[in-house]
Structures are given as structure tokens and as C-alpha cells.
């Protein structure tokens, strides 16, 4: 079974300038997610869908970072403009889970680096 | 905001010894489950805890949780230089139709051959 591919790996950029994230999911998983784990620190859920729709962004900063998860398969997080405390790691996690009942893991990808200079 | 604190912050053993992480978590959660992160990698899931469970083994691990204090225990023993790693609980909070996965601070553990 194929894991959940992300890319690019790295990403340095200007601040102000843009960048984009994509995450291919393991298939057939319902919930995808996206984390920001900055050095040092746990992953912070940034944004949560359940096929296509969301059910949790209460903590993306929504002025600069948009995500969506185009047909319930694969995601992109945007970032316009970024910031210097914009530079961590973006996670991207699938699980099967459906809905309040049911538990499972997350399988997450290799992550994205950025760094913000 | 990180739901989880992970206790100790950094850990350092030597090989065949027994390695104790902690989590402390502050609102009610359907599971708890622990993962492991290797420096510049994506986390991997190691094992899950039931609400309704007290302790659960996979291995060379042992998961306990107490719900009324609101915490967790992750044991590994007999370690080996390869668990070297930041170990992280996760809690699962039901919220509305979903669950919500919020990640603790994490352990790092160093094993020393």
C-alpha cells in the first residue's frame, strides 16, 4: 500500500512571496489532514476535511493560508504571503475515520520543509 | 494550542535500559495514541489507548491511561540506540460530527549503545 506522498520536500522562499503544498493521501482514506510543526514543537492541526469538506480550520490563519482538497482525494495548502514565523514543517496526515465513533491512525507523510528567509 | 504536555521534555539512557515518557492532557478525549517521530521524518503511529481501557501492550510497549487524572504513560522497555526519537501523544476529542487529533509537546529520547 502506497503512504501519503507529499511534495516538494524543501521550499525556500522570500518573505512575502507564496508557496504551495500538495499531498496525495493514501487511497480510499476519508480524512485528510494538515499539520505545522515548527522546531522543536508538536504538529499543530491547521486544517481538517472529511472528504471534501471542511470540519476543522479554527486554527489556520486564514489572511494568508488557504487549503483545499479537490474531488476528496488530493489536497493543496497555499500560503500568500509568508512570513519569517511561517518557517516549520507542513504535515500532511490520512486516516480512515469517518466520524465521531470511530478510531484509527494517522499515517502521515515525509513533510514539507519551508523556510521563510 | 497543544492539548498534550509531554513529560520529560528530553530523555537520555543507556541501551537495555527501560524509557518512561508521560502526557498530561486537559479536556475529556475518546482515545489517546502515541506516535513516533525519527529527526526529519514524518510521525508514525505506534499504538492506540481506548477511553474506556487502562493499559495496553504492542511489543516492547506498555500504554497506560488514567482518565480522572487525565493521563497517559508510554513504556519502552529493554530500549535499543533505534528507539532514539521524539515520542508524542496525540488525543482524540470528539468535536460536533468529528474527532480532533491535538498533539502533545513530545518526548525526546536518546538511547546510548
Known amino acids: 500500500e502506497a503512504g501519503v506522498a507529499q511534495s516538494p520536500r524543501y521550499k525556500i522562499i522570500e518573505k512575502r512571496q507564496s508557496v504551495a503544498f500538495w499531498c496525495n493521501p493514501i487511497?480510499?482514506?476519508?480524512?485528510l489532514y494538515w499539520y505545522q510543526q515548527i522546531l522543536g514543537q508538536g504538529p499543530k492541526l491547521l486544517i481538517q476535511?472529511?472528504?471534501?469538506?471542511?470540519?476543522?480550520d479554527s486554527q489556520l490563519p486564514k489572511d494568508r493560508f488557504s487549503a483545499e482538497r479537490l474531488k476528496g482525494v488530493d489536497s493543496t495548502l497555499k500560503i500568500q504571503p509568508a512570513k519569517l514565523e511561517d518557517s516549520a514543517v507542513y504535515l500532511c496526515a490520512s486516516s480512515k475515520r469517518r466520524g465521531t465513533g470511530e478510531a484509527g491512525e494517522l499515517f502521515f507523510g515525509e513533510g514539507s520543509r519551508l523556510t521563510v528567509l | 494550542s497543544q492539548q498534550g504536555e509531554e513529560d520529560p521534555q528530553a530523555l537520555s539512557i543507556q541501551e537495555g535500559e527501560n524509557a518512561t515518557m508521560n502526557c498530561s492532557y486537559k479536556t475529556s478525549i475518546n482515545n489517546l495514541q502515541w506516535y513516533r517521530q525519527n529527526s526529519g521524518r514524518g510521525l508514525v503511529h505506534l499504538i492506540l489507548i481506548r477511553s474506556n481501557e487502562r493499559e495496553k501492550h504492542s511489543g516492547r510497549l506498555r500504554v497506560t491511561l488514567d482518565t480522572s487524572k487525565k493521563s497517559s504513560s508510554l513504556l519502552i522497555t529493554a530500549s535499543r540506540a533505534a528507539d532514539t526519537a521524539s515520542y508524542f501523544c496525540a488525543t482524540d476529542i470528539p468535536s460536533g460530527g468529528y474527532q480532533k487529533v491535538t498533539f502533545g509537546t513530545g518526548t525526546k529520547l536518546q538511547v546510548i549503545p
Open positions: 487511497s480510499g482514506h476519508a480524512t
Open positions: 476535511f472529511q472528504n471534501n469538506g471542511v470540519v476543522d
